[in-house]
């Protein structure tokens, strides 16, 4: 496809602004949802968005944590009240890091972050000696020797891919107990035609993806399926992603089909009683950008 006349890609455009020092710090925060483009500030996903030289870019108001990821892993730490304090933790989809900054936050003893991309952790965390880097590394080829420890607690936000196909080689490599909260991603888990554009808005659909998760944990991992929390930040096209909680057998929690629909059908009304109260919810409204830029020679971010 011909390149449109006077337009460049975003995450090149996002670097030559001085927001980020490499395409793919740009590109990991244009997918977190943290870049708005045009004077209506509409949030980007598609890092090789074709877009004008002279467009008007900014950077979202900057979360606490590395990206939105940490504030959507704390939603679901406090709904399902598992502790981090003390634990080995495993990241697996790590990026830019915001899973990993609020296992930190929460007083994680050490902390894998994977992922299969390069040089998209923010450097503080990389430098940071609790934290141990893998890239380069394929959640579904992951084998037990490949880690430094046998982690108690897993966290797991993959994309482009659906999250059953990475379930079984990450918990092989799990201590005897654990926990595991993964980021459900409809989008992800269902068929094209049940998310037109990338996005799933029918609430019936969203219930199906959790349960088919569930369903899959039950029966091919022989795990214990602990419930659904919602992550309490739509992602940057909106849709509404839940995390499943996972642990070792015999925990408990629900443990046939039709516990699993009453479980899903509750997560999405909970997620629904949060967009009515407006709960972290970025996307009704885009929030107030931290920094603007036009020119070159900008500060840079990241």
Not at 19 to 40: C, D, I, N, P, Y
Request: aromatic fraction near 4%; include cysteine.
């Amino acid at each position: 496809m011909a390149r449109a006349k006077g337009k460049v890609r975003l995450d090149l455009l996002l670097c030559e602004r001085g927001f980020f020092a490499t395409r793919s710090r740009a590109a990991a925060a244009v997918m977190a949802g943290e870049v708005l483009v045009g004077e209506r500030r509409e949030r980007a996903s598609k890092p090789g968005q074709q877009v004008s030289r002279d467009v008007a870019l900014a950077l979202v108001e900057r979360p606490r944590y590395a990206s939105r990821g940490g504030d959507k892993l704390e939603w679901a730490l406090r709904e399902t009240g598992v502790e981090v304090a003390g634990r080995l933790c495993l990241d697996v989809g790590a990026a830019t890091g915001g899973f990993t900054d609020c296992l930190l936050a929460h007083g994680a003893r050490r902390v894998v972050a994977l992922d299969v991309g390069r040089g998209l952790l923010e450097p503080r965390l990389r430098e940071d000696p609790r934290v141990v880097v893998l890239e380069r590394l394929n959640a579904r080829h992951l084998e037990p020797g490949a880690l430094p420890f046998a982690p108690s607690l897993i966290v797991i936000d993959v994309s482009f891919i659906s999250l059953r196909k990475v379930l079984a080689p990450v918990l092989r490599c799990a201590a005897a107990r654990f926990d595991c909260l993964a980021l459900v991603k409809p989008q992800f888990e269902l068929g094209p035609r049940e998310a037109p554009g990338g996005v799933v808005a029918d609430g019936a659909a969203r219930t199906r993806a959790l349960v088919e998760v569930g369903r899959f944990a039950l029966s091919q991992l022989d795990v214990s399926v602990l419930g659904f929390a919602p992550s309490g930040v739509p992602g940057p096209a909106g849709n509404l992603e839940t995390f499943v909680h996972l642990a070792e057998r015999d925990r408990g929690g629900l443990t046939n089909e039709g516990e699993l629909v009453a479980a899903a059908e509750r997560a999405e009304k909970r997620w629904q009683e949060l967009r009515g109260e407006g709960a972290r919810d970025s996307d009704r409204s885009a929030p107030p950008p931290v920094a603007t830029r036009r020119d070159e020679g900008a500060r840079r971010a990241g």
